[in-house]
């Protein structure tokens, strides 16, 4: 059984950089073929898929976020992380990180809150 677990701080403030990391057990983030996603949900809207890193290291972004979004890993530890700079208060969601294979999103963390405001 594959778990994720999502960390990082609840707030943030605006204009600074927000870190989440995905812990994963019961499975390497280098099995190929799988995908590590991370998504998230702002209040009453939508999910939002972010990016992405494969189980290669290859990354993959949003389009409207890649300028200010990096995905990247730790295999040592099977972690993997978000950083998205420069944010605002629309940033404000709940965050999952999740993983991908074979077009079908099959596990999924708890997700985390954070609220960017000052």
């Known amino acids: 059984q594959v778990q994720l677990q999502e960390s990082g701080p609840g707030l943030v403030k605006p204009s600074q950089t927000l870190s989440l990391t995905c812990t994963v057990s019961?499975?390497?983030?280098?099995?190929?073929?799988?995908?590590w996603s991370w998504i998230r949900q702002p209040p009453g809207k939508g999910l939002e898929w972010m990016g992405a890193?494969?189980?290669?290291?290859?990354?993959y972004y949003s389009p409207s976020l890649k300028s200010h979004t990096s995905i990247s890993r730790d295999t040592s530890k099977n972690q993997f992380s978000l950083q998205l700079s420069s944010v605002t208060p629309e940033d404000t969601a709940v965050y999952y990180c999740a993983r991908e294979g074979w077009a079908v999103y099959d596990y999924w963390g708890q997700g985390t809150q954070v609220t960017v405001s000052s």
């Open positions: 890193i494969a189980y290669d290291g290859s990354t």
């Open positions: 019961g499975g390497s983030i280098t099995t190929s073929y799988y995908y």
